[in-house]
């Protein structure tokens, strides 16, 4: 673990038949108790929610900025002269900031936006068009002006396409970039606002069980301070999501917070790598499909000793934009007690669907951060019970 007096992780209680547990861990801008959804903020605001939303809906931490993306805007110095993003975002709870590896990952798709080498990536700025060279060292140092509480080594997530060959070149990189990380941060303990922060590993290896492995256990022995899971299928294809998991959880130490990056499509996909052992994890998903009508709608139920999210429909979510929504007085989930649901109905939020508000947005983000964090409240309290 690097030298960082401020961070801390204890697991608390455990299951008893599963793998799920509480851990408490603690940073520089307060305490997180796992299970933990973490939502994304990725261009340094999460859409259509204030922080005031965001601490009523339940959130503990957030993911706020991307390295990429703050690189292109609004650039380091102004970040700086803002001090940092916690100020910049009116965020003042705990921080996790990505290294800029997916969105490297998902622009090197196209060679004429993106080139990946062995120092880094060469990306053509959106806006000013000149290249912008990310490494190990400049994307550590940009988490550094972001001031972030836990940050993540530079990598380069796996491609699903290209087999074994394309896993195991991305994944030889990412051990390569996890050191040069690694020696940066300690040559930099310190953000330029004063506070340290955790840094975390990331396992990749792609859906190939001896790779995954043979990550896992270079990552445990460098000195970082918890375990993210990465790759293009990490919560993308949640069967083999789960499988990857159950290669990796043996191998990795018990006091250490667990991170599945990208997971969080659906409720029930927080129930399921939980039950397998995560800890926190994140995605774009509740706040992205909210803009576009799809509202989480069900039940939260006990079962065997577990929890599983019981949709109105098949998919989990209802989409609002429907016609039989319009004459609908009931709110959008019954037991819900987010502000939407106590406050809007069903026809009322069809409505303002219908007329593309910007308040039906706001209102849709806060319903679906709200059962994501819900669902995190309930297996907390199930654990603990």
Known sequence: MSKNPTYTAETLKRHPTLAARVMRFTTAHGEVMTPAFMPVGTRAFVNHMTPTDLSASGSQIILGGNTYHMLCAPGTDFIQQ????????????PMLTDSGGFQVFSLSKNGKLCRIDEDGAHFRHPLTHQTV????????LTQKIIGADIIMVFDECTPEQGGRVAAEKAMARTHRWLQESIDTHLKHPLTPYGHPQALFGIIQGGSFRDLR?????IIV????DGYAIGGEVIGFDMVKTAEIIDWVRPLLPENHVRYTMGVGLRPQDLLDVVALGIDIFDCVAPTRNARHGALYCGTIIEEN????????????????????YASDNNPIMADCSCYTCKNFSRASLHFLFKQKSSLFSQLACIHNVHVMQDVCRRMRELILA
């Open 305 to 324: 000793n577990w929890l599983r999210f019981v949709g109105e429909t098949e998919q989990g979510h209802i989409l609002i934009k429907k016609a039989v």
């Open 213 to 217: 492995e043979q990550s896992t256990e």
């Open 221 to 224: 022995n460098t000195p970082v």
């Open 133 to 140: 060279h990310l490494t190990p060292q400049s994307s550590i």
């Open 82 to 93: 803002a001090g940092g993003m916690h100020r910049m975002m009116a965020w003042h709870g």
